[in-house]
């Protein structure tokens, strides 16, 4: 994971009532995710690095300890599947 990462240009996020939904245009794939998924992937925007986006979500959530692992693997998952790419 070098860089910041950036949401693909050909995803959709559509407001549902548990989370939202995410269509990837390009691929013809659906993804739901919750809402922690939701504001991990709105800050996959080309301005925060990874340890950027733990921190923040860390301090969102009044964490005293970040889930880093977890953070981490969820935008691994989101490069595979081709939701975010990395600057």
């Known amino acids: ?3 910041n990462p950036k949401q693909d240009a050909d995803i959709r996020i559509f ?14 794939r659906v993804h739901f ?3 922690t998924a939701v504001l ?3 800050l996959c925007n080309g ?6 986006m ?3 979500l860390a301090q969102s959530y009044g964490l005293d300890a970040p889930p880093e692992k977890e953070i981490r693997e ?3 998952k989101f490069a ?8």
């Not at 595979?80 to 600057?87: H, P, Y």
Request: hydrophobic share 35%; charged share 30%.
């Open 40 to 42: 991990l992937l709105e």
């Open 54 to 56: 733990i921190t923040i």
């Open 80 to 87: 595979q599947e081709g939701l975010i790419r990395f600057n």
């Open 33 to 35: 995710l919750n809402h």
């Open 74 to 76: 969820v935008i691994d």
């Open 15 to 28: 407001e549902a009532d548990d989370g939202c939904v995410v269509y990837h245009r390009q691929k013809d």
């Open 1 to 3: 994971m070098m860089g």
């Open 47 to 52: 301005r925060h690095s990874v340890p950027e």
